[in-house]
């Protein structure tokens, strides 16, 4: 069974910065994709960035330029790198991990930013 163990979030004011660790445990394809998504109050989850286990990266425009993700294969685990943090960055922050049609989740980490 796979786990994904978040840590890092947190409250942060208006341009401060924030980093999450995610460690992933368990039988897991070396092969893979890790990412971060995040889900605010009455919206729907979205894709903050992933990376491939080849470190190929994605990021939608929103976060584009402010959030960086990184891994280390070795350890099986994701990192994202929030700086230039915004109020409306605020949510739940919830780790992946894919490969294949398998898809697992941690349970996630609050970021809440401040104006």
């Known amino acids: 069974q796979v786990q994904l163990v978040e840590s890092g979030g947190g409250l942060v004011q208006a341009g401060g910065s924030l980093r999450l660790s995610c460690a992933a445990s368990g039988i897991i394809l070396s092969i893979n994709t890790m990412g971060w998504y995040r889900q605010a109050p009455g919206k729907q989850r979205e894709l903050v960035a992933d990376i491939t286990s080849g470190g190929i990266t994605n990021y939608p425009d929103s976060v584009k330029g402010r959030f960086t993700i990184s891994r280390d294969n070795a350890k099986n685990t994701v990192y994202l790198q929030m700086n230039s943090l915004k109020p409306e960055d605020t949510a739940v922050y919830y780790c992946?991990?894919?490969?294949?049609?398998?898809?697992?989740w941690g349970q996630g980490t609050q970021v809440t930013v401040s104006s």
């Open positions: 992946h991990l894919g490969y294949g049609f398998r898809d697992y």
